[in-house]
């Protein structure tokens, strides 16, 4: 007769041994106790005989490199602001120059250089403001024309067919309603001979 240890009710479960009892039938299955699974193999241990070092940064990290330097913006920058006052500078320059020439002051000055007759002998005939290249051919009038604050002092050079010379005229006006009074009006030659022009601008 089989050890019997657990009695199972399915059907379903194969039974190894039988037992008939009066009226009753009855299933049993004999069981096994399970065996312990093999021991789990172990890492070795691995010991040493002196404390670690630190090793070097650059032997952790041999592809390392420096971070790139950031370029300044601020030369940049300000070359760009020098510039544009520069260039804002000259434009303001010349338009004031255009005035200058195009002001009845210089008109009415030329007219009286080109009648005095010490200029004609010194400078020649066809007296007119020196051009410069840098300006496109105009004149560089030099000095402040202020007709309303009654002060007029300009400087420039003048050409005519034997020489050149530079003028020099200084007028103010003492009151308001006052006509203005010459303090100033000669050429000095490039020879260096100087001409007072006595006829004065209306």
């Known amino acids: 007769m089989a050890t ?6 399915s059907s379903r479960i194969p039974y190894h041994v039988v ?4 009226g009753r039938c009855l299933r049993y299955q004999t069981t096994e106790i399970p065996k312990s699974p093999p021991p789990i193999p172990q890492p070795p241990v691995e010991t040493f005989s002196s404390t670690s070092r630190p090793r070097p940064y650059q032997a952790k990290h041999p592809q390392t490199r420096e971070l790139p330097l950031i370029k300044k913006k601020w030369p940049i920058l300000l070359t760009a602001v020098l510039v544009g006052v520069a260039g804002w500078g000259a434009f303001m320059a010349y338009v004031t120059n255009k005035e200058k020439i195009s002001s009845s002051v210089v008109r009415q ?7 005095d007759e010490q200029l004609k002998e010194a400078l020649g ?3 007119r403001p020196q051009p410069e290249w840098w300006l496109n051919g105009d004149p560089m009038i030099y ?3 202020s007709q309303l604050q009654g002060n007029v002092d300009v400087s420039f050079r003048i050409r005519g067919t034997k020489g050149a010379g ?3 005229f200084t007028s103010i006006r ?3 309603g006052l006509p203005f009074t010459i303090l100033r009006f000669k050429i000095i030659c490039d020879t260096g001979r100087i001409i007072f022009v006595d ?3 209306a």
Do not use: F
């Open 4 to 9: 019997v240890l657990r009695i199972l009710p």
């Open 19 to 22: 037992q008939r009892l009066p």
């Open 109 to 115: 000055i030329m007219r009286s250089v080109r009648d």
């Open 125 to 127: 005939e066809v007296i």
């Open 143 to 145: 000095g402040r024309i």
């Open 166 to 168: 530079t003028l020099y």
């Open 174 to 176: 003492k009151d308001k």
């Open 199 to 201: 006829a004065a601008p």
